[in-house]
């Protein structure tokens, strides 16, 4: 955000919607900080990385799946062997945000901009649009930003 007042807005506004799933207000603005540094990084929108991380672990960094994916945006471990480090450690969240943004984005660029497809391939669903349903109604009820 180039505007500093419409930077200061979003913050304020993200850390309201945030309070929902974190009550530790102080807790909030450094993970908002990640997630803003990891999506930009990998050009992807701050929120559409808000509502899958909602629907991945409701903002829980020590989440783990019955199949094994791990942190806020529920990384499998096998990630670490295509595009990081096997002492990466998936449980630290700018660590986890910044292989769930790489994935993502990767995902977007597989299916040339198709979200559903996108978001069903990062979940491990494709073909099936229970999951990228879920991620677009968290986007657009609770993260959605008009700019």
């Known amino acids: 955000m180039n505007d ?7 913050w304020l506004d993200m850390d309201y919607r945030l309070g929902r799933f974190i009550t530790t207000k102080t807790m909030r603005r450094p993970l908002l900080e990640k997630v803003m540094q ?3 990084r990998a050009g992807l929108s701050p929120e559409l990385v808000m509502a899958v991380i909602q629907v991945e672990s409701r903002f829980d960094a020590r989440a783990v799946s019955p199949a094994g994916a791990i942190g806020l945006m529920q990384v499998m471990p096998f990630w670490k062997k295509i595009i990081g480090k096997p002492e990466d450690d998936l449980f630290d969240p700018q660590t986890n945000l910044a292989y769930g943004c790489t994935i993502l984005a990767h995902y977007l660029s597989t299916e040339k901009g198709d979200m559903t497809d996108a ?7 494709l073909g099936q649009t229970w999951y990228p349903e879920r991620v677009m109604q968290a986007w657009n009820n609770q993260w959605w930003v008009i700019r």
Do not use: H, I, K, M
């Open 4 to 10: 500093p007042f419409d930077a200061q807005v979003w």
């Open 38 to 40: 990891a999506a930009t």
């Open 119 to 125: 978001l069903a391939r990062y979940n491990g669903s």
